[in-house]
């Protein structure tokens, strides 16, 4: 069984950071790659950030390109995403999230490809 647990949110002031974490359990996980989604009341769950098993290959979202960094620890069994410049629209549930698949990086923006879902933490972006 995988659960994977997300830390790191919280509240804070438009053009801050903030740095979430995952922790990941169960085996393997340096095989599988990792995203970060994110969701608001009303909207569908989207794509924020992927990052491929060795890390070799990262995706992001249009809105936060430049702002946002994944990476990802494999002796910790953790990802993290790193907030930079936070705006408004960033406020929302985030969370983390394994692909169905090793060793597969295609449709690492789809939320269907992913099979584990931490609980989510809630970030609040203020003005």
């Known amino acids: 069984q995988v659960q994977l647990v997300e830390s790191g949110g919280g509240l804070v002031q438009t053009g801050g950071s903030l740095r979430l974490s995952c922790v990941a359990s169960g085996r393997a996980f340096s095989t599988y790659a990792m995203g970060w989604f994110r969701q608001t009341p009303g909207k569908e769950r989207e794509a924020v950030a992927a990052?491929?098993?060795?890390?070799?290959?990262?995706y992001y979202a249009d809105s936060v390109k430049g702002r946002f960094t994944i990476s990802r620890d494999n002796a910790k069994t953790t990802v993290y995403l790193h907030m930079n410049n936070l705006e408004l629209e960033d406020t929302a549930v985030y969370y983390c999230a394994r692909f169905r698949q090793q060793f597969n990086f295609q449709g690492s923006d789809n939320a269907g490809a992913y099979d584990y879902w931490g609980q989510g933490t809630q970030v609040t972006v203020s003005s």
């Open positions: 990052i491929s098993s060795g890390a070799s290959r990262t």
